[in-house]
């Protein structure tokens, strides 16, 4: 193959003709390659990314840990230097070598460093489970190398995740662990200012207005004047924040005092996302001052700029809501609520298919195959591989799906297995209504997809606490189509079954539901199973809306509702069926969740909130549960 760098050619004719490591041909080679590419990005060189592909490629085919120092240091640069291009997903596989790497030749520092990367470009590709078990993993070797300044990366940067998620309350918690472990420290001084800004952040979405200025004001009053490109765009940031909060607490005067200040500094970054976040807080405020045509017009303006740097898109669309909701003008701050309904619905479907595409990669599907034929692959692994096998190759294909669809989920419940409790009870009650175990756990694994749809509807409506209006109503049932549209690009076989349970999981037996007003058997039976199981359990938790129902209420509800919202003969199997349950298990919720505790990323969740839990209660008599997955 052709190579776009002459250094990697150089190693690949090394390797090839010693096949080690630890040659010192090879190991000249490794030098002059990772020396290269350390030049030219301290010369601030732009190197290609189909470059860096090359150099990637001529590194993996390098085996062994033989000077494995300049291999991963390599590795780790140059998936810096994707991510600052722009090119996050690209940097993955940089990062994955690295972590590799580190971890086969016993290298905790670099393991820990190569781990952090590898979670920052899951988080900022939007692979939020994987990137928590990444800085789950890096936590704990921060923690057994004692040093409290990587400690505060790894905290900083789970906290960063979780405020991707939407996890605001347990991003909050991670912030103010690097506070508590910065306190007394004047080097981590740094880490603390940026646990404070991102706590403003986390407050200004939970409207914990009075949490949030206090941490804006605590941050900026312990700061110095910003003197790099860097400091200033995080200046920007905060001060764009700081505004937004006062501005909430109608603070109108002082906001503009903030933002004349986020103007200045954004004009010295030359930086395009400072501009557009200080312009952003500039026609708010002028919203709020009674110049409402100045600022929707420099909002507007905004937008245009913000269509060409698509990270701050859904900023510019969220202020333009705010700002004709705050005028009074409901139907203009519905254009642009769809509007940034659909960037993100487009990015997360994006970039939820393309690690989907990485996962499949990684165990050895062939995606090319799957979309020319799958009813054939399907046939064909079915009758080389059995029933049982061709189960669990479901399973371990739809593992990326089945962890996006909790994340998705974890807006409104905590513990992250409401997806399976749902899939359980529904394997169950289609078992209790004939289907054969191989139906039943097909089911089970659909079902738990249900809600993967709500990755694109926005935390405002999700975690709104009081009644829906109509055109939020019309936004949060959408994500039935999202979810199915999502599945039915996947090109995974078998997945007719979750596509269908996730569009049709809201339709009504007596045709009243939604999206598609179907009625009577006109609904899958998968999707009516998974409907029955699916308002109990939600009917039966807390959610932001409402507190958690007891069972009775919540059977009582059911019956009600046999015939209307339910299919009337599933509805009395399942009425049987919760009886029997309740007999059989004390803590129905243990049973019905038991797969929640197989989930590597909801147990590198628990193994993070158990540190927290520590550290603030030693004993753990006054331990969160939010959390806790070790029953």
Not at 178 to 189: E, R, W
Not at 419 to 431: N, T
Not at 550 to 567: M, N, S, T, Y
Request: some cysteine.
């Amino acid at each position: 193959m052709p190579h776009f760098s002459p250094a990697a050619s150089a190693l690949e004719r090394a390797y090839a003709a010693t096949s080690s490591a630890d040659d010192p041909l090879v190991a000249q080679a490794l030098t002059e390659l990772a020396g290269d590419v350390q030049r030219r990005l301290h010369a601030g060189a732009s190197i290609p990314v189909a470059e860096c592909k090359d150099i990637c490629d001529a590194l993996a085919a390098v085996k062994g840990t033989g000077n494995a120092l300049v291999r991963i240091n390599c590795l780790i640069d140059l998936a810096h230097h994707l991510y600052l291009m722009g090119s996050p997903f690209q940097a993955i596989d940089p990062a994955k070598q690295a972590s590799a790497l580190a971890s086969l030749a016993s290298i905790p520092t670099l393991t820990r460093k190569a781990l952090t990367t590898l979670g920052v470009m899951y988080a900022d590709t939007g692979n939020i489970p994987q990137a928590i078990e990444c800085h789950s993993q890096a936590l704990e070797i921060a923690q057994s190398l004692g040093d409290k300044g990587i400690e505060c990366v790894v905290w900083i940067n789970i906290g960063v995740a979780l405020l991707y998620a939407a996890q605001y309350r347990d991003a909050i918690d991670c912030f103010e662990r690097v506070q508590t472990i910065a306190s007394d420290d004047p080097s981590l001084k740094a880490w603390r200012l940026s646990a404070l800004s991102n706590i403003a952040l986390a407050s200004l979405h939970l409207e914990d207005y009075a949490r949030g200025l206090r941490a804006a004001e605590s941050a900026i009053g312990d700061s110095a004047p910003p003197s790099s490109a860097k400091e200033r765009l995080s200046r920007v940031l905060l001060e764009n924040n700081y505004a937004r909060l006062l501005l909430e607490v109608n603070s109108v005067d002082k906001a503009i005092e903030r933002c004349a200040i986020a103007k200045r500094y954004a004009a010295e970054s030359h930086s395009a996302r400072a501009e557009i976040a200080a312009a952003i807080a500039e026609g708010l405020c002028e919203v709020h001052a009674g110049k409402a045509d100045v600022g929707i017009s420099r909002l507007t303006a905004t937008l245009e700029k913000a269509r060409l740097l698509r990270p701050m898109l859904r900023d510019t669309l969220a202020a333009l809501v705010k700002s004709h909701e705050f005028l009074g003008e409901p139907q203009r701050a519905l254009v642009y609520l769809r509007e940034m309904m659909e960037v993100s619905r487009q990015v997360q479907q994006d970039n939820a298919l393309k690690h989907l595409k990485l996962h499949l990669d990684n165990i050895g599907f062939s995606y090319a195959e799957a979309t020319g034929g799958a009813v054939a692959l399907e046939r064909r692994e079915a009758a080389l591989r059995g029933q049982v096998a061709e189960q669990e190759l479901f399973r371990s294909r739809i593992e990326m799906l089945e962890r996006l669809a909790v994340t998705a989920e974890l807006r409104d419940d905590s513990t992250g297995e409401h997806s399976y409790r749902v899939g359980k009870l529904s394997a169950l009650l289609a078992i209790e209504y004939g289907v054969d175990d191989n139906t039943a756990f097909m089911i089970e694994l659909a079902a738990r997809l249900h809600d993967i749809g709500k990755i694109g509807v926005p935390d405002a409506i999700l975690l709104k606490p009081d009644k829906l209006n109509d055109a939020e109503r019309t936004v949060m049932r959408s994500h039935t189509t999202v979810g199915a549209e999502l599945l039915s690009k996947s090109n995974i076989p078998q997945m007719q079954m979750a596509e269908e349970i996730a569009r049709h999981h809201h339709e009504w037996w007596d045709g009243s539901g939604y999206p598609g007003n179907l009625s009577g058997s006109a609904i899958p039976l998968a999707s009516r199973i998974t409907a029955l199981a699916d308002v109990f359990d939600a009917l039966t938790h807390r959610r932001p809306y409402k507190e958690a129902w007891p069972i009775d209420r919540a059977i009582d509800e059911i019956a009600r509702l046999k015939g209307k919202q339910f299919d009337p003969q599933l509805t009395t199997y399942f009425l049987t069926l919760v009886e029997k349950l309740r007999e059989t298990y004390v803590d129905l919720d243990a049973f019905l969740g038991q797969a929640a505790l197989e989930s590597p990323f909801l147990q590198a969740r628990s193994r993070i909130w158990d540190t927290l839990r520590k550290s603030k209660d030693p004993d753990g008599s006054g331990a969160d549960s939010r959390l806790d997955l070790q029953r």
